[in-house]
């Protein structure tokens, strides 16, 4: 190559007109971006707008019929301003038992609970069973597959897990059975679905989640903690090495003087994390799996040895409160499958797919999962939250629900049992039995068609801080999950959910509130 | 109505020339070449071995997209792209392409969680993780010595050059600092990923032959140099070899492996990128709330979409599979339009095979195609395209107006009543006809009159449809459409025209648009503005971009792999 030394009237010519300079400057100023150590200490406050949300999905296969999980006595509804179909009455308004499955033992839940009828999958022609359920699609069983779960995009949000955040795992999913159809699922390079990781029994999950906790020594910080700092510290010590390169030229200086007047500020964001309280130590757990087996014979077939089913959910109930309190994940899926009466507690006979022998015996098993869900929720509230202040419920959004809307062979994918916990960080109303079904009420072949499902979902992640375009990159084209107005469902061929064509994107009104 | 075509023609004639000067005036990078009798296309080339400035850039978006695919596979994309949807694109000009070189705290933290995203993917699974650091990272416990794999094999894709052994030790000393080595291994790549010499495309040189001016790159940085040039990506296993055998010292190596580069999928991604950006093909408009009347049965639906795949169908088969000249590019009556309605707007029926379709009508080349001519409004915008021609194909600068100019081209602008009774060429030439306003719209007016045979979706079109604004753009009548016009061309060349076709056949046959792309070749691959320097390098693409019978990509080429490839002129 050649090398030739400019002249100096050669360098001169290079330097740019007062016009040039000018526009350059104002280019400059406009584009100033917000550098955080150029930016009073006041404003660092107001960039933290989402607080730090839990997600908690319980999930059991096949459906609860309407009438077990809903209020019985409907009367004194009030509509929901600016709403043609959305009609509330506070749960505490209620008198007595709210339904089979929510008997009076969730009373002094109901300040953080609502029960939410009429949600239904708008996509889909099928009747069968909906593993998609958590992608707001009923597309699991034809092509094309449309999204992903929920808990994959909260755990792949930039909005959720913050550069500068430090936890053990973005995601713990448990399930019990059946892992193909854990529910959760992210895709495959082309396009296919790639079924999430779940763990199987209480040592799984304590080695999985809680070995980020220190073994019960003095408190200090973890070591992806440390790692991470000492990688933002040599970036740090990298650069200043290169700032000094005598070969570096002056307008490379200057940008980089900037990238480092920035990763300085990266420092002090990864250095200020949360201090967690001195009880964020390894828990002493008495596990309740015994071996280990094939998968699909968990947790009462042979090689598993789980002494007593219902203390092993009661450990991952408190691996989940530990976890969500010292910030070891934000993310929590627990799919429930088929299980046999070992399983359920006072169970009978059959299981919980096509073998229950009533409505009302399917409802009291479906029940014991919402009544777990109800002790964690009730775990939550009563532990304070070290990181936003007030209580983990408050600043979580825990939610039962179902595959399907009906019991045994009618796969009816309206009406979903939908019952949450938790207020999301300010973000979630409760308090509320909220009937989302179509008006007037009108059954098609047994069963009320109403909002869309995926609305619901969609305000469970913006309560996470999932915004709006990130979610709409997971569907069917036209946003998140699947929309399709002239569903076929039961051989019906009509506008079912075209009023809603509008604002099947947005989070579901008054549940939301964000 | 207003007068006649003639009497227009006339009076842009007479004021041209004396007013012309007062706006910006034709790229040379001698301004003083403005309206003088030279013609832009004529280079100033003195002496060779000078080069513009060289600044160090931040991987964009796009390259840090490819590099991450490149490096640990599209499963490890898809997986971090929430990650990855955090971060902006970069910001670059959108006449001269120079990148803003901005940072910014969100882009930083951006950088920082997707490496984060890609360690905890990469390590996470088994299979992708012995990818990255050998089998012996699965094992249950690593030898000291395990990370080696990874300092003097992956680690020299990341960092683009062998690591200097501080970097090594940092690495060791973070892998086998002891708890989960798994942690570790993700703090190690994570580092990688987050290092300067990743994320920068930094040209610091090798040895001591340097001057205060000037920088002469090692061969490692020259393999970057030409890899992002052509691919977007850090330099593949074939050009790291290279470059460690110093077989990239002379300009026969570094243009055979530009070929090569250019031949793969991501090359020619990048040179349809470019003639994309060119052609303005970003600029098509929402065509949907077109009155009735005039969409008729054009299909909509995709129709923005299907402007853009068909334009860089086009570009590939004309650059790669033709090996067509730049004449080629801008004459060839090709079209792969499969989408109903952009078939209709091209004139024949939707292409169902590998085989082309042929425009029907004056359409030819990639300028004339939907994109650059919609509008969202019945009237197309001739002062729109007048000023996107002008400044984009024959590289006159054109100033934005002042509000004051403004204000004198609202005044004249004609009431609701006369618009009706009036074309949309009338309108414009009635509503620019201050003085002041002709300094600038007698080069943009006739430039935008050339194409007035073409409506708001594309289409050809003898009959100009007018409607009612205030009636909800209910059809009022037609009224006969006038293309032709005087064109200003550089070095006061004044170019009669018939219509738009004519205009494309007078710039290809001038060498004016081999000029100006020449120049907007520079601008994109470089991210910067020409300055008076490179006039021998423009030059030399100049002159192959205006070979009929030279390839397009050999121009390409020459530009990429250039005299200064191997220096970072300060």
Known sequence: MKNKKLSQKQIQQRLHSRRQFLIGSGYFCLSLPPLLSLMPRQVLAQVAGQKTVRYVSCLGQLGIDYHQWTPAEQADLMQIAGQTDMWYKPLANFAGPLSRVVDSSFQDLYPYMNVISGMSITGGDYQGHNNSVLSGTHSGHRSPIYGKSIDVIIEQSPNVYKATDVVHRKAIRMHDHDHVKGYS??????????????????????????????????????????????????????????????????????????????????????????????????????????????????PTGSGWGVNSIDAMYDN????????????QTRVFHWALSRW???????????????????????????????????????????????????????????????????????????????????????????????????????????????????QFLQAVMASMGVTKAEYMQFGDGNGFGEFNDTVNQFGFNKTLFSQYANEHNDPLPFFYTG | MLGNSKIIRMIL?????????????????????????????????????????????????????????????????NNVSGALSSLGEPINDSTTHARQSLVSSAEIDSFHSIAQAVAADVVGAQSRRENVFGACASMATPGPNCIDNFINNFAVKIFRRPLKPEESTFIKNLANSGGDYLTNLEAVLSYSLQSPYFLWRLELGEGGNHTPERTYLSQYEIATRLSFATIDSVPDDALLAAAKQGQLSNLAQIKAHAERLLQTPRGQEKVADMLSWWALADRAKDVSNLP?????????DGLNEAMSDELRVFVKQ?????????????????????????????????????QPASFGGRRQGLLMRASFLTHDTFRTSIIHRGVDFQKRYLCNNIPSPNVNIMGDRDADALTHAELLETTNRESIAHQTKDPVCM??????????????????????????????????????RTLPIDTNTVIPMSGNNDVPVSDAYDLITSMVETGEGAACMSRNLFRYVFEKREERVDDCELQRVYEGLNNPDQPLLEAVVELIANEHIGEKVH
Not at chain 1, 316 to 327: G, H, R, S, T, V
Not at chain 2, 292 to 300: P, Q, R, V
């Open chain 1, 185 to 298: 699922f992210d895709r495959n390079a082309d396009g296919s679905r790639a079924i999430s990781q779940h763990l199987q029994g209480d040592v799984a999950l304590f080695n999985a989640l809680m070995t980020g906790l220190s073994n019960g020594g003095p408190q200090g910080p973890t070591q992806a903690q440390t790692n991470k700092e000492n990688v933002v510290d040599q970036v740090f010590n990298d650069l200043k090495a290169l700032e000094n390169n005598k070969r570096i030229s002056k307008s490379d200086k200057e940008l980089l003087d900037r990238y480092i007047s920035g990763i300085s500020d990266l420092q002090k964001k990864v250095k200020n994390n949360v201090t967690l309280p001195p009880s964020c130590t390894q828990p002493t757990v008495n596990f309740e799996v015994q071996g280990k087996g094939n998968y699909w014979k968990f």
């Open chain 1, 316 to 327: 991952y109930i408190e691996m989940f409160k530990l976890a969500a309190m010292c910030d």
């Open chain 1, 340 to 454: 046999d009466d070992a399983v359920v507690p006072g169970g009978t006979a059959g299981g919980l797919h096509h073998e229950a022998p009533s409505s009302e015996v399917q409802a009291d098993r479906q029940q014991y999962f919402v009544k777990k869900m109800s002790q964690l929720a009730r775990a939550f509230r009563d532990t304070p939250d070290p990181i936003n202040g007030g209580n983990l419920l408050d600043n979580s959004i825990i939610f039962y629900t179902n595959e399907l809307g009906a019991w045994t062979t009618a796969h009816n994918i309206w009406n979903i049992p939908t019952i949450s916990f938790g207020n999301g960080g300010g973000k979630i109303s409760s308090g509320n039995f909220i009937d989302c079904r179509q008006r007037p009420l009108q059954k098609q072949k047994g069963y009320y068609p109403g909002r869309p499902y995926k």
């Open chain 2, 13 to 77: 004639l007479g004021s041209a020339v004396l007013l012309y000067q007062n706006c910006g005036g034709f790229e040379s990078t001698e301004q003083a070449l403005l309206a003088s009798s030279s013609s832009a296309v004529s280079f100033k080339c003195t002496d060779d071995s000078q080069a513009s400035e060289t600044k160090s850039l931040l991987l964009s978006k796009q390259q840090l997209t490819n590099a991450i695919e490149d490096l640990f596979g599209v499963t490890t994309l």
């Open chain 2, 292 to 300: 009735a009347e005039l969409t008729g049965s054009l299909e909509l």
């Open chain 2, 318 to 354: 004309i650059v790669f599979q033709e090996q067509g000249s730049f004449r080629d590019l801008m004459t060839s009556k090709k079209s792969f339009a499969s989408h109903a309605g952009l078939a209709e707007i091209y004139g024949h029926n939707p292409v169902t095979g590998v």
């Open chain 2, 439 to 476: 300094g600038c719209h007698s080069v943009i007016n006739p430039t935008g009159f050339a194409f007035e045979n073409f409506d708001s979706f594309g289409r050809l079109r003898d009959q100009e449809m007018i409607f009612d604004s205030e009636d909800n753009n209910s059809f009022v």
